[in-house]
């Protein structure tokens, strides 16, 4: 009877060390570097934030945040690196709205919602409608007008096939009930340049790459996206209030992780990036360049992917728009 007692005993002391040892390690959370994936190349807005981001957790936490920079097959490469890693939260995912666009445009060797985690939104960006000064329309109605008087005749140019500004045109057609034309280049700088010289009419763009060419003049700026005027573009109206409020396309960045991630860990990150988008100093950062502090929680991040998948799928089926990965 001793012998079992005691047996007894070691086992109920070996479980509770466990589970304290768990708990312990939970709490000791995070205990060596992060790597943090971008799966864009260096240089582009993805990065610069994952960089602001990764420092201030690093200041918060005592321990190093690495920007790990994996591009590739429209940003497959890096997401499915992030499936394949460790779910106990030292790989984490800095991915934009692209992630619930792509598997409706081509298969990928995952589920973009079943095996991700969200963490937390980070930032959003308005979209701004922009003219070349030759279009003969001032304000969003006149163009509306314009372009149902010459379905097909107005052409729009954005940097490939089925990113974010090629699919907020089609939803603009859809909403606004006229038939412009998408131009796709192989990347912004030219897009930009054709839409600078006239040779196309109109491009959806975030305010930051066309803030210096509106201010110019070069082209004119007929309204932006979102429930509130951008701080960046003041002075130009929203869909809403131009007077087409179905109308609706922004960009988002968020933090995914793993799926088999422990909700410990989802939650002590997602707070801890909700607390640093409320610095007064990381806010300013966002604003100079044209972008919005995004709070959300995990929860709030997981129905918003799911909303906006089911939204693009809809806008690309109705476009009939093809991409071959």
Partial sequence: MKICTTLAQLVTVGVLMAVASSAT????????PIRFIVPYAQGATTTEL????GQKLTESWGQPVIVDNRPGGNTVIGSEALVKSTPDGYTIL?????HVINPNLFPTPYDAIKDFAPVATV?????????????PANNLQEFIALAKSNPGQLNHASAGIGGTTHLALEF?????????QHISYKGGGQALSDLIGGHVQLAFAVPDTVIA???SGRLRA???SGETRSSALPQVPTFTEAGLPGFDAKIWYGVLAPAAIPKEIVDKLSTEIARILTVPEFK?????QALEAFISTPDQFAALMKADMSKFAKVIKTANIKIEN
């Fill in 123 to 135: 930032v959003r960006a308005a979209l701004v409608l922009v003219l070349s000064p030759s279009v």
């Fill in 94 to 98: 800095l991915v934009t709205t692209a």
């Fill in 50 to 53: 994952a960089h602001l981001l």
């Fill in 172 to 180: 603009f057609n859809i909403v606004a009930g006229v038939k412009i």
């Fill in 25 to 32: 390690a939970q709490r000791a959370y995070p205990s060596k």
């Fill in 213 to 215: 060419h509106i201010k």
């Fill in 284 to 288: 300013e950062k966002l604003i100079s």
């Fill in 222 to 224: 007929i309204a932006t």
